[in-house]
């Protein structure tokens, strides 16, 4: 089954960007037919999709977080990552990704925490 | 965007109760609900699909229900496992979550 771990920096300074990479084992991003996503989730709070791609490299992004949201794929490190940028302390999270075929996630990374402070 | 609102915010229940979390969707998302467990430090673990969908490998003690605006999740009798905060999503337009029910120990 497919397994997803995410990486990158754990601290990150106001008007920087954030950058993480989640990679992919136990199946093929370049095999079609799963969206790879980001989603974050506030400490505490709630859950927010911050989108997603396709293996061709079709996007689709959280209209509230579009101007600041790039998601990228490397299907030959079976990779696909999210840049954030002009981050605040507001863009503090855990942030995961995961991936679907139709609208629900079925698997999920663990999350890795991002800080945003100087 | 689809606004996603659950009640309660948190629960208090014993084992072996019956627990139902309601979900609201501000329109109309058909069947298109997903239900997720999560506990602390862990990410979201699918529950439900399509709103009445049983994942694989989920109890049977699970089960959801509701289709346009109004939805529930319901344990038919708590067990130990079961005290986490559970979160309902739609995938009708875009994707959002509702902010949570967290079912704690009575």
């Known amino acids: 089954q497919v397994q997803l771990q995410e990486s990158g920096p754990g601290l990150v300074k106001p008007s920087q960007t954030l950058s993480l990479t989640c990679t992919v084992s136990g199946g093929s991003i370049s095999s079609g037919g799963y969206y790879w996503s980001w989603i974050r989730q506030h400490p505490g709070k709630g859950l927010e999709w911050i989108g997603y791609?396709?293996?061709?490299?079709?996007?689709y992004y959280n209209p509230s977080l579009k101007s600041r949201v790039t998601i990228s794929v490397d299907t030959s490190k079976n990779q696909f990552s999210l840049k954030l940028s002009s981050v605040t302390a507001a863009d503090t999270a855990v942030y995961y990704c995961?991936?679907?075929?139709?609208?629900?996630?079925?698997?999920w990374g663990q999350g890795t925490l991002v800080t945003v402070s100087s | 965007d689809i606004q996603m609102t659950q009640s309660p915010s948190t629960l208090s229940a014993s084992v072996g109760d019956r627990v139902t979390i309601t979900c609201r969707a501000s329109q109309s998302i058909s069947s298109w609900l997903a239900w997720y467990q999560q506990k602390p430090g862990k990410a979201p673990k699918l529950l439900i699909y399509?709103?009445?969908s049983l994942e694989s490998g989920v109890p049977s003690r699970f089960s959801g229900s509701g289709s346009g605006t109004e939805f529930t999740l319901t344990i038919s009798s708590l067990q130990p496992d079961d005290f986490a905060t559970y979160y309902c999503?739609?995938?009708?337009?875009?994707?959002?979550f509702g902010q949570g029910t967290k079912v704690e120990i009575k």
């Open positions: 995961a991936t679907r075929r139709t609208g629900y996630y079925r698997y």
């Open positions: 399509k709103a009445s």
């Open positions: 791609i396709y293996y061709s490299g079709s996007t």
């Open positions: 999503q739609q995938y009708n337009s875009v994707w959002t």
